[in-house]
Structures are given as structure tokens and as C-alpha cells.
């Protein structure tokens, strides 16, 4: 929530959590995760900032309900970005398997979204070049996942890694663009991304940035997924044609309208080397 609110482009910040009890204790003791005092423009705590609004309830539930289609849905109620931070994919209880599983659930999440909306996803620990393909390792749910993201309609996902989160393990998160037009933003140079941030991010008393672990820089490094993913992904049991390439020239396999490409590291990785040569080019 405190970081939303760092975006004067943010109108409203919807934060739901099932446990009131572990909100109120964090707030207590994790007082930092709370504290927008040094936002101008924001309030002491996060959660009386205006634009927050906190709501104690089952999230599957919310969603479900209330996006069931996406015709049945307001489009001035529905989000320009959804962060689903929820049970890591290899927790194996139902209620976990359910959060990547449940086609109600997913497609209410995409119903959810703007036209040129983006969901964020937290997939767990990082893979190593050791690990099988999701689809057969203890990720299985994460493999799911993307299969019916791109099910329901979105039309291009991207995966990187976060280690400033202070886990044992670099943080998987995924991307999912409903229009693949979108992605175009997440290429931007850094340069490109160091600007929009400066003019959308609300200022500081303490004239320190808003930003602590991000800057156009790091976006750069986001920008392409990690070798292990690729590896992973050449995994499966039937080998995709893109990684037997790999072995000889890689040529005429990325061209400029393979924007919807679902979740390839493959070519988004040397999609990734085409978009930063064209930019130097340029």
C-alpha cells in the first residue's frame, strides 16, 4: 500500500487482506510498512491516506463476486494494476492450489482489469539452472498459472527476479499484460524510466527519493528473464522448437509483431537484446 501511494497518478489504492489481526499487528510493530509521513501530499499513516482503502475480506471471494464477466463489469470500477501477493505456488494446501488454479478466480482477475491492465504476481523462490520444468518440479502451480493466464486473455507475460525483498532466495514475480501494446512501457530505456518516475512520484520532505530499490537502471535489469527460467522452460517434456534453436543460428524467430507471446523466455530474451539494440540505434 505504501508504495502505491507513492504515485500521484494513483487515484485509489483498494488493499485487501482476509486477517484484520495481522494488518493491526503490523501496524504495530511493523510500523515502517505504514508510514507515508515523509510524502507530501500523503498522511502520516498510510492507511489515512485518502486514496487508501483497506478492506478485510476474502480476496478470491471479492473478485469473484464481483467481476464474474467482463461485460458485467463498470469500467470505472475496474483497475489499471492488481498485485496478487498471496501463498507461495509450492505450498501444497488447497486453499494455495486454488489461487492458481480456480479458472473462476483467474478469469475474474483479468475481468478486473482496464483494457490496457496489468497484473502482478509473487511465483515464489527463484529457480536454479538445476531445477525441472515447472510443469513436473514442486512449482507445478506456477506452470498452471501461466497456462491460464494465457487462457483467459492476456496477452504477454514477462518474469524477473527480486532479491532486495531480504528472502534466502532472489523472489520470482510475474507480469501479465491484458494488451500486448502495453509491453512497450516495460521495454523503455532507462533513461525513459527514470523520467517517468520523476514526474510521477510525489515529493519528499526529507528531499531523500521516493524509491529506494528502483530506478530506471534496475527496470533495465528486470527487463530480461533469468537464464534459469530459460532453462526450465527447455525443460518440458516436449522440448519447444524455439529452445532446439538454440543449439544452431537463431534467425527470423523474433520479429516485431511477436508482442503476444505469452510466456516465452525464450524469445523475450532475445527479444530483449533486439529492443535495446534498436534503442542504441536510435
Known sequence: ???????????????????????????????????????????????????????????????????????????????????????????????????????????????GLTESGILVIQLGESNTDDDPADEVGKFENRAIIKEKLKEVGFKSMHIYTEEHCEFQWPWTILVAFKDANTKQNWHRSAGETDLEIRKRLLTTKSGHPALRNYDGATHSNYQLPPKSFEISYCRQEETPEECAMLTREFVGVVEDDDSSIAYNPVLERRLNHKVKAENKAV
Not at 469473484?64 to 496478487?84: L, R, Y
Not at 501477493?85 to 489461487?99: E, F, M, R, T
Open 1 to 111: 500500500l505504501r508504495e502505491a501511494l507513492k504515485h500521484t497518478t494513483v487515484e485509489k489504492a483498494v488493499m485487501i487482506e482476509i486477517d484484520k489481526d495481522v494488518v493491526q499487528l503490523s501496524r504495530e510493530y511493523l510500523k515502517e510498512w505504514s508510514d507515508c509521513s515523509d510524502l507530501v501530499g500523503s498522511a502520516n499513516d498510510c492507511f489515512e491516506d485518502p486514496r487508501a482503502e483497506v478492506r478485510y475480506e476474502d480476496a478470491m471471494q471479492y473478485f469473484i463476486s464481483g467481476f464474474p464477466t467482463d461485460e458485467a463489469v463498470n469500467g470505472s470500477d475496474k483497475f489499471d494494476v492488481i498485485v496478487m501477493d498471496s501463498l507461495d505456488p509450492n505450498v501444497k494446501i488447497s486453499y494455495a492450489v486454488d489461487l492458481y488454479s480456480n479458472d473462476a478466480y483467474i478469469e475474474s482477475l483479468y475481468n
